[in-house]
Each structure stands twice: as structure tokens, then as C-alpha cells.
């Protein structure tokens, strides 16, 4: 199994990024799929869910009205649309295949938010 996520880096209050987590070594399409992120000195935080047809999404309330979690089942690709970031968003952004005490998860992504 590999997750690997892309599309982090430094951008400024306010601004975006789209996040993607490309994953192989399962049945994508099968399965819901997770975002979480972890701050300096901060536990892992869960940020969105989607399930497996990308009919149904879940925020947590910091992630609702800013952030989008899309996938793409047949480019077995998680996308995660981050808008008018804040300073406290800045984190390590990972993507995770939720199956309970396996949890796999990528390498993570860094997003720094900073003016």
C-alpha cells in the first residue's frame, strides 16, 4: 500500500491550495477515505471524510465552508481544496485508508500558512 501526498507549501493568509494523495496497493474506488493533519505540539487531527463514490463528506467544523474533499476513483487520486487559509491551518496534511487499528497513511504534505 502507498499514499502519497503533494501539494503542500507556504502561502499567505487567505490564499488556497489543492492537496492530492495519489494511492496504490488497494481497491481505492472500495474504500472511504480520510484527510487528517498535525500541528507543532498537537495531536492528529481528523479534517475531512469522503466515502468510497464520493457521494457523501464530513468536516470537522475548523474544515467546514473553507475546505473540499474530492476524489477521482478512477485516477485513484483523494484531492483536498483548501481555501482562505488561516495561520492556525498550518499543519502536516495527511492522507489516511481508515480500516481501524491498520490505518495506512502517507508521508504527509507540509502547509504553512504565514505573512
Known amino acids: 500500500v502507498q499514499l502519497v501526498e503533494s501539494g503542500g507549501g507556504l502561502v499567505q493568509p487567505g490564499g488556497s491550495l489543492n492537496l492530492s494523495c495519489i494511492a496504490s496497493?488497494?481497491?481505492?474506488?472500495?474504500?472511504?477515505m480520510d484527510w487528517y493533519r498535525q500541528s507543532p505540539g498537537k495531536g492528529r487531527e481528523l479534517v475531512a471524510t469522503?466515502?468510497?463514490?464520493?457521494?457523501?463528506?464530513h468536516y470537522a467544523e475548523f474544515a467546514r465552508d473553507r475546505f473540499i474533499i474530492s476524489r477521482d476513483n478512477a485516477k485513484n487520486t483523494l484531492y483536498l481544496q483548501m481555501n482562505s487559509l488561516k495561520l492556525e491551518d498550518t499543519a502536516v496534511y495527511y492522507c489516511?485508508?481508515?480500516?481501524?487499528?491498520?490505518?495506512?497513511w502517507g508521508q504527509g504534505t507540509q502547509v504553512t500558512v504565514s505573512s
Open positions: 496497493g488497494f481497491s481505492f474506488r472500495s474504500w472511504a
Open positions: 469522503i466515502n468510497s463514490r464520493g457521494r457523501a463528506t
Open positions: 489516511c485508508w481508515p480500516i481501524g487499528s491498520s490505518n495506512h
